[in-house]
């Protein structure tokens, strides 16, 4: 695939993001003014039911399952209303009568084939449809008439076919040569193609793509529905989501112009479902292959946590580091990171910046040099540094036999890097240290010593609390704060997520920006994205809990103000 197609196509993908990162803030949108107002959102069907217009081969669909009119009366002069202001401003269609009297419960988008010929030759072009259910087909037809003769009138030359008996209206095909392509044929030109169908309104790109539409619906075997992979993804869409999204990996890679590197993962659908704290997104990844998750399933919160200040900025927390490199979760990260970014090991060094800085300060692996000791409990958590953008960390570990020998190997990476091995008290409690120690002088009169920690450690209970400075051990061993665990907004995130899992991921938004923006670009990218979502986060919360063979389920769970 040439530079240009390849350009191209990012530039589609996107166009998908946008629109998924558009119903994942319409929904939260709708969580947020629901505890504001009497107003209920019914879910009728958490299928989408325009999936039969949709081919097997579909890279992505993306479904809302309610009407977008509840949205509308719960945040009248929300981003939901500016944004369906926006996308009419240049029609005469009117919402509120031309379109609202027949909208149903369903509003599907899918991009249906990465060419719509099917001739690479003459460029690449991705077919979308999208299907809005009808409640009345006679209204919704008179849209659709009102529609096109709206861009007859603003000069468009139209086009009309009866195919298999449906009557299907669109621009005339449009060609015009590729100027940077020395091929003599032309390009496929975007214009607007529509029909009404049983009780949906499918408007395409392309008339091609509606009749593909029609050929699905009328030779079931062709859809989308009858993918046993489709399938299996439905049977794991959550209970009440208004929102439904479902990707065929493989396809997803081949229209991005990726290879699907350590390919385990074969599709993924997600859910997205509200309560009155904010907004559950469901996602399951379904493979043929053999997989194991990285630890026993736990069905209280894991114990390290009543050492984790509640003013934490990030945690992680869970049971059992020494199989993470075998497991669901780690095959899925090698999966994504060596696709998007060539490597498992190059992705990581971009995504997770703070940690990979860690290891290189340190000379570490944390797969060899620390997971393979962490048989029981842990928790991983970053703290804000007032003094500068370098967060404090704290690491607990529960003592196993393993601890020791694991303890061990740390003192000796730190003294081949130059660190020596020290003993402190610190509130009666013996401190053990990492330390560098320089001395300096002053017009050769006196003599200084510095002292700088790059780690330190102790025993507290049946734990090892290791921490990157002593300010911060302090505050664990006078007990000057709340542990997470008392946190009222941790509490309520994990209430959220079902049990038993494998533990938790937890971001405190309002604390971690400053300290983790500059660090993790992906969240600034997020933020832009979901910008109405993000002005109402406070934390996100991620676990994983998968009960089914073949699947990886995992939630994640904003909590809006």
Not at 85 to 110: C, F, H, M, Q, V
Not at 224 to 236: F, P, R
Request: glycine residues 4%; contains cysteine.
């Amino acid at each position: 695939m040439n530079s240009q197609n390849l350009t191209k196509n990012i530039k589609l993908g996107f166009l998908i993001a946008g629109i998924i990162t558009l119903v994942l803030v319409c929904v939260a949108k709708f969580s947020w003014f629901a505890k504001k107002s009497p107003v209920s959102l019914v879910v009728r069907n958490s299928q989408p039911t325009a999936a039969i217009f949709v081919p097997k081969s579909s890279p992505a669909m993306v479904s809302l399952l309610v009407n977008p009119d509840g949205l509308q009366k719960i945040a009248p002069k929300g981003e939901f209303s500016q944004l369906k202001n926006r996308l009419l401003a240049k029609s005469n269609i009117d919402y509120s009568s031309d379109i609202k009297p027949w909208l149903g419960n369903e509003i599907t988008l899918a991009a249906t084939t990465i060419d719509i010929d099917r001739d690479p030759d003459n460029g690449l072009q991705t077919g979308y449809l999208m299907a809005l259910a009808s409640t009345t087909p006679e209204k919704s037809r008179e849209f659709l008439e009102l529609l096109f003769s709206q861009r007859a009138f603003s000069g468009t030359n139209l086009g009309i076919e009866h195919y298999k008996g449906v009557k299907v209206i669109y621009d005339h095909a449009e060609y015009a040569p590729d100027v940077n392509s020395q091929n003599p044929k032309s390009k496929i030109q975007n214009n607007l193609a529509g029909a009404v169908v049983n009780n949906f309104v499918l408007l395409a790109n392309h008339p091609q793509v509606i009749k593909e539409a029609i050929n699905n619906l009328q030779a079931p075997d062709l859809n989308l529905i009858s993918s046993l992979e489709y399938q299996k993804a439905t049977q794991q869409i959550s209970k009440n989501a208004v929102a439904v999204t479902f990707l065929n990996l493989p396809e997803v890679g081949k229209w991005q112009g990726l290879e699907l590197a350590e390919s385990t993962y074969n599709s993924q659908i997600l859910s997205f479902v509200f309560n009155s704290q904010g907004l559950l997104t469901e996602s399951t990844f379904l493979t043929n292959s053999q997989i194991v998750p990285s630890s026993s399933p736990l069905s209280q919160p894991v114990g390290a946590l009543q050492y984790i200040p509640e003013s934490t900025a990030f945690a992680i927390a869970g049971t059992n580091l020494s199989k993470l490199d075998n497991s669901d979760v780690a095959k899925l990260w090698k999966q994504g990171t060596a696709t998007i970014y060539g490597s498992s090991e190059d992705g990581t060094a971009r995504l997770l910046q703070p940690l990979a800085k860690i290891q290189h300060n340190w000379n570490l692996n944390f797969s060899e040099d620390i997971f393979n000791w962490v048989t029981g409990e842990y928790a991983l958590a970053l703290l804000p540094n007032s003094e500068n953008t370098t967060p404090h960390w704290l690491f607990i570990s529960e003592k196993n036999p393993e601890l020791t020998a694991g303890i061990t190997h740390l003192n000796n990476i730190a003294t081949r890097s130059g660190f020596n091995l020290s003993s402190l008290t610190l509130d009666q409690q013996k401190i053990s240290a990492w330390t560098k120690i320089t001395a300096t002088s002053e017009n050769n009169k006196s003599i200084n010593v510095d002292t700088r920690f790059n780690g330190v450690h102790t025993t507290l209970d049946n734990y090892e609390i290791f921490s990157s400075d002593l300010k911060t051990l302090k505050t664990i061993l006078s007990h000057k704060q709340k542990s997470l665990l008392e946190n009222p907004q941790f509490q309520n995130s994990i209430a959220t997520i079902p049990r038993p899992n494998q533990g938790y991921i937890y971001l405190d938004w309002e604390n971690s920006q400053n300290l983790l923006k500059p660090q993790l670009p992906l969240l600034k990218l997020a933020e832009v994205l979901g910008r109405p979502l993000f002005d109402h986060l406070k934390s996100l919360t991620v676990s994983s809990y998968s009960s089914e063979p073949g699947t990886l389920k995992s939630g994640v769970f904003l909590q809006l103000h």
